[in-house]
């Protein structure tokens, strides 16, 4: 039988588009992002998100736990640095008084789908602590046999307390944070962890009961080379990971200081950061897993592959989710939550986030409301960043009630004008869809700021586009 040859695809000329784009863009975890949030805006906005919420309406949480025992150089999460349990133990009796003060303001306690405790390392908590959390939390909220309770695990914290605390909390998800393993960019980054101590604790996590596990690890690191970063997913393949996070590292000294720390003649550049992405890609799809949006990876099996294959996959603050809730609470200092009407962001200094709960005051510091115009781009964006592809009628579907369809041709045009004008073979608009093509996949979030009003008219510094 005659073979019939595919035609190899286009080259997209990456030197060529990054030159022609803003070095920056912002990774799209919301829209509008972060930077728009106006201060002053949030505690209207809580109390309308409040008012919003049906009594049958499930919600999703949100908790931030702002400290580690140790500093990474490269890190970019809101934390601090403490070798003592006495801050923890401060914050944490705020934590409780803030769910007690949203707990007076709500009208029954909503069903809790889904769970996601990040930081920082919420692993320091200790195993009491964690079951006091779970208890003041199902006084709030509505545990359910399917919530999915998720937290983030900086293995060096592993101890038996630990996992004591983990089913204290009914945790059913696990992120291990990996980065990377070989010693010497352990070394230029300051977080030293060996493969062993690392698959100890997923091991034993799985014992425990905890069989969902997701692996973070980065590209572009200071001394990473193409071939360091497969030794490194080699081994996350070995741990067995359901999930892996690949997320491109993000240098952003002028804001995180200790970031200066890092050596910058060691950083990959641009080109081969992108020769280590698209690496990484091949190799995880090759080692049996599906490529999930921009930057995540999940088995067949998992319900992210389910969820993205099936067009229900979602972004939100934490990356890649199945999570459908129209309502997340975000709690602990500089927690973003969202509703249907915008997003709400709590004060971001720890002391002023205390302050603001001993007052008995909700610490609800900023926000941004959204137009109908900011939920149609935010709907735009997403589904770019997840499928890749906007299909035009299923918008009209998606918003009918809310606008006039007449007003939906202005983002079609929009789409069919970025189509037309991009010379890089970054998107093409057919059959009413605007696509994106798997060659170009590494630029989506330059083809998506083309839907971010904000974005054409600011100068926001964001981290790099690749
Ligand atoms: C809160 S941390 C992980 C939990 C835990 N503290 C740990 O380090 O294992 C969440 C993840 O954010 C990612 N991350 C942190 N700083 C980053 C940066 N500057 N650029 C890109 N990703 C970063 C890392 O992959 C990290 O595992
Ligand atoms: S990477 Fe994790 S352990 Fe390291 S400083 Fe950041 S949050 Fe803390």
């Not at 007690?100 to 769970?115: E, F, G, N």
């Not at 572009?220 to 999930?243: E, F, H, I, K, M």
């Not at 910058?264 to 091949?282: G, K």
């Not at 189509?419 to 093509?437: K, M, N, T, V």
Request: charge should be neutral; aromatic fraction near 8%.
């Amino acid at each position: 039988m005659n073979q019939i040859s595919m035609p190899p695809p286009p080259i997209i000329d990456f030197k060529s588009v990054l030159a022609a784009h803003r070095a920056s863009v912002p990774r799209y975890t919301s829209y509008p992002t972060a930077p728009q949030f106006q201060a002053g805006a949030g505690p209207a906005l809580m109390d309308q998100m409040l008012r919003d919420l049906s009594a049958d309406e499930p919600v999703s949480v949100y908790i931030h736990i702002p400290f580690c025992d140790r500093l990474c150089w490269f890190c970019g999460c809101h934390t601090r640095h403490t070798l003592k349990y006495a801050p923890i133990r401060k914050y944490l009796a705020s934590l409780h008084q803030e769910i007690r003060l949203l707990s007076d303001r709500l009208p029954c306690p909503p069903r809790l789908k889904s769970l996601h405790l990040g930081g920082g390392s919420p692993s320091l908590l200790k195993q009491q602590d964690m079951a006091d959390l779970r208890a003041a939390l199902a006084d709030t909220f509505q545990f359910e046999p399917d919530t999915e309770i998720s937290i983030e695990i900086d293995p060096s914290d592993a101890n038996t307390e630990l996992y004591d605390g983990l089913l204290a909390l009914g945790v059913t998800r696990a992120s291990i944070g990996v980065q990377d393993f070989h010693p010497e960019v352990q070394k230029a980054i300051n977080r030293p962890q060996s493969f062993e101590q690392t698959q100890q604790v997923v091991q034993r996590l799985r014992k425990i009961g905890i069989q969902s596990i997701n692996v973070d690890a980065l590209y572009g690191l200071p001394l990473q080379s193409t071939d360091r970063l497969r030794d490194t997913l080699a081994q996350c393949v070995a741990l067995q990971a359901d999930r892996m996070a690949l997320f491109g590292y993000a240098h952003i000294p002028w804001f995180k200081k200790h970031q200066r720390l890092i050596n910058e003649a060691d950083l990959p550049d641009t080109m081969m950061r992108f020769e280590q992405a698209d690496m990484a890609a091949h190799f995880l799809q090759n080692a049996g897993y599906q490529a999930i949006g921009i930057d995540h990876f999940a088995k067949p099996h998992d319900a992210l592959s389910i969820a993205a294959q099936n067009g229900k996959l979602h972004r939100n603050f934490q990356g890649y989710t199945t999570d459908n809730c129209k309502t997340l609470f975000g709690l602990g200092a500089s927690s973003i939550g969202r509703f249907d009407g915008g997003y709400v962001q709590n004060q971001v200094a720890t002391g002023q986030y205390q302050e603001c709960v001993a007052n008995d005051q909700l610490p609800t510091a900023k926000g941004v409301k959204l137009s109908i115009d900011d939920k149609i781009r935010a709907h735009l964006i997403e589904r770019l960043m997840c499928d890749f592809r906007i299909c035009f009628a299923t918008l009209e579907q998606h918003f009918s009630g809310q606008i006039d369809s007449k007003n939906l041709q202005i983002y079609r045009r929009e789409a069919i004008q970025m189509a037309a004008q991009d010379q890089f073979g970054l998107c093409r608009f057919s059959q009413d869809a605007l696509i994106i093509p798997p060659e170009a996949r590494a630029f989506t979030r330059i083809v998506a700021s083309g839907f971010d009003a904000y974005y054409q008219r600011e100068t926001a510094q964001y981290s790099k586009a690749v």
